[in-house]
């Protein structure tokens, strides 16, 4: 009877772990989340009552997850994902394979597009130039495009940020690694508090660019 009982106690200690196991494999995805001092950002809003974003657009590539020993567990099947901060619809990058996921999980990508994808000149899908982020088959790309204006007085200055280039120390391509826990999120108050007291257009490739893929980068984060 006894033995019968630690059977029964032992099976279901198995058919709990394997449930358990269950629950977390499955579909993940990673949201990106647009935010101004906390607060989630809609499209084309003003802020403080002075910055108004038109337009924020930008490449995501090459995104991995990454396990515990910095092994990869999961590659996204889209080598370049379109941003649109305008669409709602490709701010939710889903994952096609399910992932047993621990906490201690990282993400990696890219922000824009890496050199050996430029040197193929114009693509299909998000990199058509028909979406209006690619310059020439010289200067390839727009990894990031940000226009908008900010309010001084009752006067409105435009400013635009057309951030490319993908040579030597042009190449404006930012690799990031942050935790994985579907969530990232796009300090936008960071972004323009940084650039806006610099200059307020940048069109082509440079320091000026790589400068604002840096900054760029580092208003991504994991959490709040």
Known sequence: MRTAIIIVITFLSIIQSIA?????????????????????SEPDSTYEKKYHIEKLRFYLSDLIILNEQDSIVYTHQAK???IDIAK???LLILFQDSLLVSKKYKMQFGIGVDSTTH????ME????????????????????KLEGNITHNANKEQFEYHIGGYTGNRNAYRKIRLPY?????????QLLSQMLGKQQHIMSPGKDATDFADIFARCMSHTF
């Open 20 to 40: 358990q196991t269950s629950q977390n494999k499955n579909t993940h995805s990673l949201k990106l989340l647009p935010v101004y001092k906390g607060e989630p």
């Open 80 to 82: 370049n994902i379109l």
């Open 88 to 90: 709602p619809e490709s």
């Open 119 to 122: 040197a193929r000149g114009a």
């Open 125 to 144: 899908g998000d990199l058509d130039p028909v979406n209006d982020m690619y310059w020439t088959w010289q200067s390839g790309y727009i990894n990031i």
């Open 181 to 189: 826990n579907g969530n990232l999120f796009i300090h936008l108050d």
